[in-house]
Nanobody
Framework: QVQLVESGGGLVQPGGSLRLSCAAS????????MYWYRQVPGKQRELVAA???????NYADSVKGRFTISRDNAKNTVALQMNGLKPEDTAVYYCNADVRTIWNRKNYWGQGTQVTVAS
């Protein structure tokens, strides 16, 4: 079994910054791509950023130049540095990881962390 635990959400004013972290634990043999998604009530979960095990990154157009995804392969962690936050960034943020265990390979989700951008 694999667990993903996010931390770092909270309330921030427009223009502010937050750093989200996600730690994976369990019977992990390898972690491939890692992702950050976000979701607001009534809307589909959307991909915010992705990072490969080699460090290649991709971002949603709405966050390019403001958010940075990074990972520490030795610690099985992924982070999302969010700068220049806007009210429209308000959402529950989820990390996701493509993980190989001794039993299978599948994507796992964290429980989510709330980010609220408001003055």
């Amino acid at each position: 079994q694999v667990q993903l635990v996010e931390s770092g959400g909270g309330l921030v004013q427009p223009g502010g910054s937050l750093r989200l972290s996600c730690a994976a634990s369990g019977s992990i043999l390898n972690i491939y791509d890692m992702y950050w998604y976000r979701q607001v009530p009534g809307k589909q979960r959307e991909l915010v950023a992705a990072i490969t095990s080699g460090g290649s990154t991709n971002y949603a157009d709405s966050v390019k130049g403001r958010f940075t995804i990074s990972r520490d392969n030795a610690k099985n962690t992924v982070a999302l540095q969010m700068n220049g936050l806007k009210p429209e960034d308000t959402a529950v943020y989820y990390c996701n990881a493509d993980v190989r265990t001794i039993w299978n390979r599948k994507n796992y989700w964290g429980q989510g962390t709330q980010v609220t951008v408001a003055s």
